[in-house]
């Protein structure tokens, strides 16, 4: 496998108060896992707002564009925060994985990973919200769908948090399966089973707290992978979201790395192993670095 890793330098501007969960630090600790695996990243290019359009309305674009502020920070929801720098993080983390898409379905690596921040995947048509500025993931579908031309692509989402911004902006996306696993009850609130999507392409799977690595082998198992195989996709993207292991500390479905690895070797066997990963959560620094470096070997495996 040749695996790729755009590694965003302007998501290091994206600041957030003091004590914010999501914060420059989780960058710095995916450089070091990525060092110790003797990884050389590529630099994540900055993003088209033509790429962002595919997702959200220029009135969107431009609140966030021009909320940002000249110093300190800008507030956009109970837990979203602008910096001066956020603008061009939200930018960069949408190029890196348009970028990711087009190496990938050029031939040119089997498979990527792009490690920006803010995250993306509670970013929903118009709202701010979850950390999340635009629907990251989202969009580097449509860009395959779209420019490249592909007529399934799937998306599978296994942070804790259910992918309510991705959900919202494919909800009537045909030709992409989103499927989400999540804890739940927990924020947004979101993502229960009914919710299936405007073509019945949703596919949602709420997790009970304390479950552990078991109860999600089995779901996925018994649930997503089927569906993978059924749906067939030209193209698979990961909502890599690591909030989910047992050290975090905003959630409780105690995985271990090794099961995020176990996860990753399972879903790369779809699309023809043609993957393009995007950081999501994971907040816990040492636990982050652990589980993206599992992520990692099990993608170049």
């Given at each position: 496998?040749?695996?790729?890793?755009?590694?965003?330098?302007?998501?290091?501007?994206?600041?957030?108060?003091?004590?914010?969960?999501?914060?420059?630090?989780?960058?710095?600790?995916?450089?070091?896992?990525?060092?110790?695996?003797g990884i050389a990243p590529r630099p994540c290019p900055m993003g088209a707002e033509a790429e962002v359009l595919r997702c959200h309305p220029a009135r969107y674009l431009g609140r966030v564009k021009h909320g940002v502020p000249a110093s300190g920070f800008a507030q956009l929801d109970g837990d979203t925060w602008l910096s001066p720098g956020s603008y061009l993080a939200a930018m960069e983390a949408v190029g890196g994985a348009c970028a990711a898409v087009d190496a990938v379905l050029a031939g040119e690596v089997t498979n990527a990973l792009v490690a920006a921040r803010p995250p993306g995947h509670h970013a929903e048509t118009e709202?701010?919200?979850?950390?999340?500025?635009?629907?990251?993931?989202?969009?580097?579908?449509?860009?395959?769908?779209?420019?490249?031309?592909?007529?399934?692509?799937?998306?599978?989402?296994?942070?804790?948090?259910?992918?309510?911004?991705?959900?919202?902006?494919?909800?009537?996306?045909?030709?992409?399966?989103?499927?989400?696993?999540?804890?739940?009850?927990?924020?947004?609130?979101?993502?229960?089973?009914?919710?299936?999507?405007?073509?019945?392409?949703?596919?949602?799977?709420?997790?009970?707290?304390?479950?552990?690595?078991?109860?999600?082998?089995?779901?996925?198992?018994?649930?997503?992978?089927?569906?993978?195989?059924?749906?067939?996709?030209?193209?698979?993207?990961?909502?890599?979201?690591?909030?989910?292991?047992?050290?975090?500390?905003?959630?409780?479905?105690?995985?271990?790395?090794?099961?995020?690895?176990?996860?990753?070797?399972?879903?790369?066997?779809?699309?023809?192993?043609?993957?393009?990963?995007?950081?999501?959560?994971?907040?816990?620094?040492?636990?982050?670095?652990?589980?993206?470096?599992?992520?990692?070997?099990?993608?170049?495996?």
């Amino acid at each position: 496998m040749t695996t790729a890793v755009y590694l965003s330098e302007a998501g290091r501007g994206h600041l957030t108060p003091p004590g914010h969960p999501e914060q420059v630090a989780r960058l710095a600790a995916v450089a070091a896992a990525l060092e110790g695996l003797g990884i050389a990243p590529r630099p994540c290019p900055m993003g088209a707002e033509a790429e962002v359009l595919r997702c959200h309305p220029a009135r969107y674009l431009g609140r966030v564009k021009h909320g940002v502020p000249a110093s300190g920070f800008a507030q956009l929801d109970g837990d979203t925060w602008l910096s001066p720098g956020s603008y061009l993080a939200a930018m960069e983390a949408v190029g890196g994985a348009c970028a990711a898409v087009d190496a990938v379905l050029a031939g040119e690596v089997t498979n990527a990973l792009v490690a920006a921040r803010p995250p993306g995947h509670h970013a929903e048509t118009e709202t701010p919200m979850g950390f999340c500025l635009f629907g990251t993931v989202a969009i580097a579908a449509k860009r395959a769908l779209d420019h490249h031309g592909l007529s399934r692509v799937a998306v599978v989402d296994f942070d804790v948090h259910h992918g309510n911004g991705t959900q919202d902006l494919l909800w009537d996306e045909a030709r992409c399966l989103f499927i989400s696993s999540h804890q739940m009850p927990l924020y947004p609130g979101t993502g229960s089973p009914r919710e299936v999507g405007a073509h019945g392409q949703i596919l949602n799977i709420p997790l009970r707290e304390g479950t552990g690595g078991a109860a999600m082998r089995a779901a996925y198992e018994a649930q997503v992978f089927p569906r993978l195989a059924a749906w067939q996709p030209e193209l698979l993207l990961i909502s890599a979201g690591f909030d989910a292991h047992r050290a975090d500390p905003l959630a409780g479905l105690e995985w271990e790395a090794e099961d995020f690895a176990w996860l990753t070797r399972r879903l790369r066997a779809f699309a023809g192993g043609r993957v393009v990963s995007s950081l999501e959560g994971g907040y816990d620094l040492t636990a982050l670095a652990q589980s993206v470096a599992a992520h990692v070997i099990a993608l170049k495996e």
